[in-house]
């Protein structure tokens, strides 16, 4: 049974998932800070599910970009408990989880994560044949760019994440081919995390629990006021 904790954006979601069933989610938006929910709700729903530690033979994480904070606290966690447990962890991109709530769908698909000032963090993907395809990695760009990019190629496109929601008024006016995934899968959602670690956790593609490290794809903006106090002296 996998055990996945998502905590990329203000969603707090944790999953369990056995072979091909779902035995239990809990995705909560609130403002509590994931330091705070994030244990109880494992040990929650651990105890709701009659699952026990010795259930558990895989750990997936989210592993962003996303929320710094957010993510070095899911990654701690995760990390602990494969430590703790004894059992393989693997780390799965944000983008590429949200791609999952879209097992099947025909469309081109486009995360979008905040990345603050206007900027997004955007990625390209398409199933096909229950393969899922990256079309464009992850990059930061100004939501604006991704739109004129995904215009000129004339095709369906739902987008999904927080920085959808954010832009949902430029993107419904960017094209007729353009929507905004609904409630239940326009969030990061543990269960679909799992699907993707699950995959690759078949394949024997566990990570090291040592040296996994969460996907910033940038600089901090306090690491970016560090460096302008200092010189240009990098931040350690």
């Not at 998932?17 to 995705?27: P, V």
């Not at 703790?84 to 698909?109: M, R, Y």
């Not at 799992?194 to 306090?222: H, N, V």
Request: contains cysteine; charged residues 20%; proline residues 5%.
């Amino acid at each position: 049974m996998l055990l996945a904790i998502e905590t990329s954006s203000l969603v707090s979601s944790v999953a369990l998932l056995h072979e091909q069933t779902l035995r239990a989610e809990l995705t909560i938006q609130a403002r509590l800070t994931h330091s705070e929910q994030l244990m109880p709700h494992i040990a929650d729903m651990l105890d709701k599910a009659s699952v026990g530690k010795a259930d558990i033979d895989g750990i997936v994480v989210s592993i962003g970009p996303g929320s710094f904070t957010g993510l070095r606290i899911g990654l701690a966690t995760a990390k602990g408990l494969a430590f703790a447990w004894q059992t393989p962890i693997v780390g799965i991109e944000t983008p590429t989880s949200l791609a999952w709530n879209f097992v099947g769908n025909a469309d081109k698909i486009c995360p979008l994560i905040d990345a603050q000032k206007g900027n997004v963090y955007a990625s390209v993907y398409k199933w096909n044949r229950g393969i899922l395809e990256t079309l464009d990695d992850v990059s930061v760009m100004p939501l604006d760019d991704v739109l004129e990019r995904l215009q000129q190629q004339g095709e369906p496109v739902v987008f999904c994440g927080d920085g959808a929601l954010l832009g949902r008024q430029k993107i419904a006016a960017a094209s007729d081919l353009f929507r905004i995934a609904p409630p239940t899968m326009v969030i990061p959602r543990a269960g679909s995390l799992a699907l993707a670690g699950q995959q690759r956790l078949a394949a024997g593609e566990a990570d090291d629990c040592m040296t996994l490290t969460p996907a910033y794809k940038r600089r901090s903006e306090a690491e970016v006021l560090w460096e302008k106090r200092h010189g240009g002296q990098r931040c350690l």
